[in-house]
């Protein structure tokens, strides 16, 4: 096949073809009869299949991967007040140092103040 | 694999656009890989300008050199100005060509042109999407999508919206919905989303 995209379908088009439905047959089932690796062919419908069988985050509607673990969902909300001009660099430097975000470093310090507040 | 390539004679319709944003799309859904067959590789240009957008990307001659490739989607951005041939041996061997216009009338002119050639092979599996849409009151892309409906065109029901972001995303090398301060962005972003449900459903 001539043209710029001779290589590319002559590519695609080299799955073996079942000669009664003249479709691609599936790579990956020629691959096990042989023990070789190669990549596999399907269709809109194996493509879907293969969405349907990911791990889907409910929140993101994003594939989620098995290993990770799922991580507890915290809810966050923009809150803003006024600290002393010192405080904030300490903040941001002690946040930088700790590799937290600022936020976290004011949740952590705010939880810690007001557990000590309950138990004094 | 599912195929799709991406087509147009004219340039600047948004083909390289709409290749990122359905690779990005689709990754989500599955493994994608990206053919840049545009000699200008604008569509690398905008993968390589960040720190990666997740899917594969390729240059045309590059994944011709691939041995083996295993990839659920594939997204093929093709340069303006294709040979009328090699759009026919396109959508006789890709699952579904896409046809990005804007709805203004040099382009429909043009994307006439691009029609003939695939409705003279009897190719049926096409669809143009239209692209860059004016917000209201302009209303240019309600009527050049009663245009083409009127000839009989298969078109996307989902329009993309005009948005500045998609500029910035491609200066970043970033997904549109990742740019920041644009509240056109994650809107511009779900326009190619309800496109991805339209192709998958």
């Not at chain 2, 309600?142 to 910035?168: C, N, T, V, Y």
Request: aromatic share 6%; glycine share 6%.
């Amino acid at each position: 096949m001539t043209g710029r995209f001779g290589k590319i379908v002559s590519k695609l088009n080299d799955a073996p073809v079942n000669l009664q439905t003249d479709k691609p047959v599936n790579l990956q089932e020629v691959a096990t009869l042989e023990g070789e690796t190669v990549p596999s062919v399907s269709t809109k419908e194996s493509a879907l299949e293969t969405i349907e069988s990911k791990q889907v985050n409910p929140q993101t509607g994003k594939p989620a991967s098995i290993e990770e673990p799922v991580e507890p969902v915290v809810q966050l909300e923009k809150y803003s007040t006024y600290l002393e001009s010192d405080l904030i660099m300490q903040l941001k430097i002690f946040a930088v140092s700790s590799k937290l975000k600022d936020y976290q470093v004011v949740n952590l310090a705010l939880r810690a103040y007001l557990e000590g507040q309950t138990k004094g | 694999m599912y195929k799709i390539a991406i087509v147009n004679e004219k340039g600047g319709v948004g083909k390289t656009t709409s290749a990122v944003s359905l690779a990005t799309l689709l990754n989500a859904r599955g493994s994608c890989v990206l053919v840049d067959a545009d000699p200008n590789h604008s569509a690398l240009d905008w993968v390589q300008a960040g720190a990666g957008m997740g899917f594969d990307a390729f240059s045309l001659e590059a994944f011709d050199q691939l041995e083996q490739f295993e990839y659920t989607f594939m997204v093929l951005d093709t340069k303006a100005g294709e040979a009328v041939k090699d759009l026919v041996v396109l959508a006789q061997s890709f699952d579904l060509l896409i046809i990005p216009s804007k709805p203004d009338p040099l382009s429909l002119r043009v994307l006439i042109q691009t029609l003939q050639p695939l409705q003279e092979a009897h190719a049926t599996n096409f669809k143009v999407l239209l692209t860059d849409v004016p917000p209201a009151p302009s209303t240019d892309g309600h009527e050049a999508r009663m245009a083409l409906q009127d000839s009989g065109i298969p078109m996307f029901a989902q329009s993309i919206r005009r948005a500045a972001a998609f500029s910035k995303a491609a200066l970043n090398g970033t997904a549109v919905n990742e740019v920041k301060g644009d509240s056109r962005a994650k809107l511009a972003h779900m326009d190619y989303d309800l496109v991805v449900r339209e192709i998958l459903a």
